[in-house]
């Protein structure tokens, strides 16, 4: 019997190098191929495929003129870019379950066509970026204009980092725009170009329609990527995405300090909350220094995240 299991353990060990050594040689097959058997190879396993572009677009219940065969191009161009930006576009398909419930709500309170929430998505893909130009947040909000809009902006606050606020800011700059030009593509078109850009363009091509006018090339695109990635977003599968609800990023619910006091150590208010400096921070980016003054006693409304402490990730277990 010894014997027996002796043979059997030697047949084995025969047969799994035998097996690894197949699976090597197909592994380092195509290293060893000629050219032409190479592209061969390639153009076989390789497959880039077109895409259809859906022939009812809209933007903010304005549908999108794609029997024109310009428009059409320079639609079928940003479901190609965004589609095959895999990384981008699946991340911010996972961000947009912990942003779209904050900023949804605000936008309908507003009277905001919903469609103007995708306007994140393609500015910073729900990060706290700052352009070279100075504009900062999802919003990308200038300085000037966010304190046009009510935003407090200094060196210790920047409430264009604070996504409820400017996200009302927001709101009432589109609500402002479209009071001046009646029409929401043009609206999301001077937000990106300014007021004054699109008016100019206006009277010197003299035409309003979005579609018709030659703009400076963002500006141009501006409309279309919002579009490509509320066709993407809201129809995952066609675009070849699997995304889980298990994969999103969750929402963290959070508790509400009020403070219209000075906090002289940040880190040191972090930890009589059981929390620490990371996630103050993490969850209050309009907080800017590791202090605050606040010298006018303001009341400022801090974020603390429920589960959040010293022992456990406010991240974990959602």
């Known amino acids: 019997m010894k014997q027996i299991i002796k043979y059997s353990k030697v047949i084995l060990s025969f047969a799994l190098l035998m097996i690894l050594t197949i699976l090597f040689q197909l592994f380092t097959f195509a290293t060893r191929l000629g050219d032409d058997e190479y592209r061969q190879l390639f153009k076989s396993k390789y497959q880039i495929y077109a895409l259809e ?20 191009e320079r639609m079928d161009r940003e479901l190609l ?27 309908k309170r507003n009277g905001i066509p919903e ?33 046009e809009y009510g935003l407090e902006v200094n060196a210790q606050v920047d409430e264009r980092y604070h996504v409820e606020k400017s996200t009302q800011a927001a709101c009432d700059y589109f609500n402002k725009l479209y009071r001046q030009l009646g029409n929401w593509t043009l609206v999301a ?13 206006i009277a010197r091509q003299r035409t309003s329609n979005y579609y018709d006018l030659v703009l400076n090339q963002e500006t141009s695109r501006y409309i279309f990527r919002i579009v490509a990635m509320k066709e993407i977003m809201e129809n995952p599968d066609e ?36 929390v620490n400096y990371k996630i103050v921070k993490t969850f209050n980016p309009w907080l800017r220094e590791a202090y605050l003054e606040n010298k006018e006693s303001k009341p ?19």
Not at 115 to 130: C, R
Not at 131 to 144: I, K, L, R, T, Y
Not at 252 to 270: E, M
Not at 304 to 312: A, E, F, R, T, Y
């Open 115 to 147: 469609d103007f929430k995708y306007i994140p998505v393609i500015e910073t893909g729900f990060l706290n970026l700052t352009s070279p130009a100075g504009a900062v947040g999802f919003w990308q909000f200038m300085e000037n204009t966010a304190k």
């Open 53 to 72: 572009v859906p022939k009812n677009l809209c933007f903010a219940d304005e549908t999108m003129p794609l029997y024109d065969a310009e428009v059409y």
């Open 189 to 201: 078109a001077a937000y990106n170009m300014g007021l004054t850009g699109v008016r100019t363009q």
């Open 300 to 318: 400022y409304y801090i974020q603390i995240p429920k589960s959040g402490s010293l022992d456990k990730s406010p991240f974990e277990g959602h």
């Open 239 to 274: 675009y070849g995405y699997r995304v889980r609800k298990k994969d999103m990023y969750p929402q963290i619910p959070t508790y509400t300090v009020k403070v219209d006091t000075a906090i002289s150590d940040i880190a040191l208010f972090a930890m009589r909350l059981k």
């Open 81 to 107: 870019v965004n589609t095959y930006w895999q990384t981008q576009t699946i991340l911010v398909h996972k961000r947009a379950n912990r942003w779209f419930p904050v900023i949804d709500p605000i936008l």
